[in-house]
């Protein structure tokens, strides 16, 4: 894995916003896999900001997120529906059609988990996947002990990111329980992974992810079998490791 260390979390966001636009602008048509959470907001804002200067066109792109809560109407502003649209779509030229996220109010959520992963395979996989990291080693909302072969499915979130998720709510009662996320087997499909990295509490995490074992009880831990992986690191999370 490849590590950029980066002084504070705008530089982080800016590299990583330079990187998917080097990697749209030299491609014909791309696959993007998309990430939510508090990390990558900043990374759309500069995507959104070069779409105001230099109307960097996503009429070829497709887009692919992580997760979504069950049970949660797109309308919610704690969907990621309704993250993406707020944060990204709505800022750039990208086609509506070619925008994917996982319906968490499906009739048949295994249904639905079958049909998100046969639509990846439909555009050929994922060329270059954003990821954020969980405290508790998470990616997508892959919780500790999922199998690396998974695909996309069905999760219960563990208290810990519930907790984490519960700055978004009203209140940790308004957190849903349970999710739909790529799996691992998912996510090390992708032809190319960034994964960025933030703040003190995200410390250990990193740490581990650099120096422990492959286990799935840290999911993250089996992206150092991936061979093209790049995280982008702000020095808040790199401080007090051995990194
Ligand atoms: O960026 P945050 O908010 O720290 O979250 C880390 C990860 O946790 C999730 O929000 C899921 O809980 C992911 O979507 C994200 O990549």
Excluded: W
């Excluded at 999710?179 to 990193?206: D, F, P, R, Y």
């Amino acid at each position: 894995m490849k590590l950029i260390r980066t002084t504070n979390h705008l530089e982080m966001s800016k590299i990583a916003a330079n990187i998917i636009l080097d990697r749209i602008k030299s491609s014909s048509h791309i696959t993007l896999g998309l990430a939510t959470g508090g990390t990558p907001i900043q990374t759309y804002a500069h995507l959104a900001q070069d779409y105001q200067e230099n109307q960097t066109s996503y009429q070829h792109v497709s887009t692919f997120n992580l997760d979504e809560y069950i049970g949660l109407p797109e309308e919610d502003p704690n969907s990621y529906h309704y993250y993406m649209y707020k944060h990204f779509f709505s800022k750039v030229n990208l086609p509506q059609d070619q925008t994917f996220i996982p319906n968490g109010l499906a009739q048949d959520l295994e249904a639905e988990c079958q049909a998100y992963e046969e639509m990846i395979k439909q555009h050929n996989g994922i060329d270059l996947q954003l990821l954020g990291l969980g405290k508790n080693g998470h990616i997508g909302f892959n919780e500790p002990g999922t199998s690396f072969d998974q695909h996309t499915h069905i999760v219960s979130l563990t208290q810990s990111t519930i907790q984490a998720n519960a700055r978004f709510f009203d209140s940790i009662e308004h957190v849903p329980r349970h999710s739909i996320t790529m799996g691992i087997g998912s996510i090390m499909e992708s032809k190319e992974i960034l994964l960025l990295v933030s703040g003190k509490e995200k410390n250990q995490a990193l740490n581990k992810l650099i120096h422990g074992q492959i286990d799935e009880q840290f999911p993250a831990s089996i992206l150092n079998r991936h061979e093209n992986v790049t995280i982008i690191a702000d020095e808040d999370a790199i401080m007090d490791t051995n990194i």
